[in-house]
């Protein structure tokens, strides 16, 4: 064996120790970096799981009393009413117009500068505070308008604010209708609108309802755009469909009970942290069945649909 | 002859009555604009001065807590811009690392089943109600905070409320929301450039470190940037777990995350609804001045999403 040979077979046994170091290296950095993503998302979802059931847990005593769901001070009847009262006419002002938009963006206009214009409009519509969007609705509506604090200019307010949301969940669903089935269509001689009303919206419905159902859990947890708007008090007769009267929320009341008007309704401290808590409670309630309805029901329909 | 001119009739109706839909978005973000921004001006026509007005520390619109007595009012608003910016970003300090952090181990490395647990949790917070963690906050955060910080700051009864349940707060009301629209940025990276990296032979997280973060980097700045402008405007999670008047003095101190403190969207919500007339034109001026704050982080999020490669 020649003095080179051995000299290039130490250097490559060194060569090897070396590539062998570095990997087992690379392979520790990637243990610990996997085992500290690990960690950082069990805690993360710890974290979700711990509030859901703290929540849950200090509003079941109240869940519990017949009173909580009475009209009395410490009964949360005439916020329920409101909230869904509130709910459905939102949605009956934002269902319509964000599809309606919706189809234009889809179906109708071409890409372009007015599409990218109206994009751009709803991402700034949807970084504006619900707070700053609350104090418009309340410039805008109640006073320019003269509708007062009442439910309308609160649902005029909530339909500004889900708008560019809804407008987006919206396209979403109308763009999974596959392009053929539009050519089909509009091939056999049909209109835009005819073959939109026979073809696109019955198969994206499934997305649509999801959709909606999304947009409704959005109205249902709003607070800071209905503080001006809607106001924090109830008329003596709330449970009217007259949509002029100011009217508070369970959100509303939630902030009413721990912020300002802490101490002023006549409710032990106790008593109004066990309101409180129960209120959270059914929020966190309504919003975990809006998310397995979201879930279920646009599964549901699109068993239906495909099976017709 | 006639059904088909009928149809092509309300063809051309429904056309225009949609379009009408869609430009509303348009005229509703430009009468936000106009009309806040009508407003935001009065202020310095009444007293106030623009450098006064975003250096001021003493916050008292309506004069009723003037020293003199005399009821002249003080247009100090730079306690509250301080507050609203020292909690944001101290929120979104501790957000984005997390955010991304779980995002990269979620699209990257965890196991089927885990993800089928996250998902839906991850939804289900993205809608909680802003009031509902601002209850957890008085529940949980500022009890917490009172005991950690007793040493610091005595036993105040007051004690726990502050910028640092604030920040608490924003953290959890701002996760969610970064975590999925990182998630969204991470799976917009096509499966190849994960392929290329591993059969170049690099370990797992050599992949996601150095092959699918730099590809989907503008992505995830989009969500930070978003995450920020989330918090910036969020309101009733802080201003339950604010329940100051003013910016304290001891502004240099670690005390001051622990006391009663102040920022714009809590004083806007609780003073707001009570002044009228010239006294509620200074808070016109700080609605305009989220207004601005967030335009311009929309403008910067657009900006990063059209330079990302993958969408």
């Known amino acids: ?186 091939a056999l001689g049909a209109t835009r609108w005819h073959m939109i009303r026979t073809v696109v919206l019955p198969f994206a419905l499934p997305g649509l309802t999801t959709s909606l159902i999304l947009t409704a859990g959005k109205i249902i947890g709003e607070a800071a755009a209905l503080l001006f708007t809607m106001g924090l008090f109830n008329p003596s007769n709330v449970f009217t469909l007259n949509p002029l009267i100011a009217s508070d929320t369970l959100t509303t009341r939630l902030y009413y009970i721990k912020g300002v008007g802490a101490g002023t309704l006549g409710l032990t401290t106790s008593q109004e942290s066990a309101l409180a808590a129960g209120i959270a409670a059914v929020l966190i309630i309504l919003l975990l069945v809006i998310n397995l309805a979201a879930r279920g029901v646009g599964r549901a329909i699109q068993r239906r649909v495909t099976a017709a | 002859m006639q059904t088909t001119r009928r149809a092509h009739l309300s063809d051309q109706v429904v056309r225009v009555v949609f379009s009408i839909c869609a430009i509303l978005l348009v005229a509703v973000i430009i009468s936000v604009i106009v009309f806040i921004g009508s407003k935001a001006f009065l202020v310095f026509g009444q007293g106030a001065t623009f450098k006064g007005f975003f250096l001021g520390t003493f916050w008292d619109p309506t004069g009723a807590q003037d020293p003199t007595g005399n009821g002249n009012p003080t247009y100090g608003a730079g306690g509250l811009i301080l507050g609203s910016v020292i909690t944001t970003v101290i929120a979104i300090i501790i957000v984005a690392p997390l955010a991304i952090g779980t995002a990269v181990f979620f699209t990257e490395s965890a196991p089927r089943w885990f993800v089928r647990i996250m998902q839906p949790l991850i939804e289900i917070f993205t809608g909680i109600p802003s009031v509902v963690v601002g209850f957890l906050g008085l529940l949980v955060v500022v009890p917490l905070l009172r005991t950690l910080a007793s040493p610091l700051t005595g036993n105040l009864p007051t004690g726990g409320f502050g910028w640092g349940a604030a920040i608490v707060v924003l953290v959890i009301m701002v996760l969610p929301t970064t975590m999925s629209i990182s998630i969204d940025a991470l799976r917009a990276v096509p499966g190849s450039v994960r392929e290329a990296s591993l059969a170049l032979g690099s370990t797992r997280w050599q992949m996601m470190s150095k092959a699918v973060l730099p590809a989907a980097s503008a992505g995830l700045g989009t969500a930070v940037v978003l995450g920020f402008t989330r918090a910036i405007g969020e309101t009733l999670a802080v201003a339950l777990v604010l329940e100051g008047n003013q910016i304290p003095k001891n502004i240099f101190t670690i005390q001051v995350f622990f006391q009663p403190n102040v920022n714009i969207t809590a ?45």
């Open chain 1, 1 to 186: 064996m020649s003095v080179q040979q051995q000299v290039s077979l130490a250097e490559s046994q060194e060569r090897l120790a070396a590539l062998k170091r570095l990997s087992r290296r690379l392979g520790v950095s990637n243990g610990i970096a996997i085992a500290v993503l690990w960690l950082i998302t069990i805690l993360v979802a710890a974290l979700f799981i711990f509030i859901i059931i703290r929540l849950l847990v200090e509003g079941a005593p109240t869940l519990v009393k017949a009173s909580f769901y009475g009209t009395s001070q410490a009964g949360i009847a005439p916020e329920l009413f409101n909230t869904f009262y509130i709910l459905i006419l939102t949605e009956i002002f934002l269902f319509p117009i964000a599809l309606a938009a919706a189809i234009f963006l889809v179906e109708y206009s071409r890409q372009g500068r007015f599409i990218t214009v109206i994009h751009f409009a709803a991402e700034t519509l949807a970084g504006v505070p619900s707070l700053v969007l609350g104090m418009f609705g309340f410039l805008v509506f109640a006073v320019y308008a003269h509708m007062g604090t009442s439910r309308l200019a609160g649902a005029l307010t909530l339909l500004c604010l889900n708008f560019p949301l809804a407008l987006r969940l919206f396209e979403e669903a109308l763009s999974t209708v596959p392009r053929m089935l539009r050519e089909g269509g509009l």
């Open chain 2, 267 to 311: 004083l806007i919500a609780s003073d707001f609804g009570e002044t009228s007339g010239a006294s509620q034109n200074a808070y016109w001026t700080l609605a305009f001045v989220l207004l601005v704050i967030t335009f311009i982080f929309v403008c910067i999020s657009r900006y990063l999403a059209s330079r990302s490669v993958y969408k």
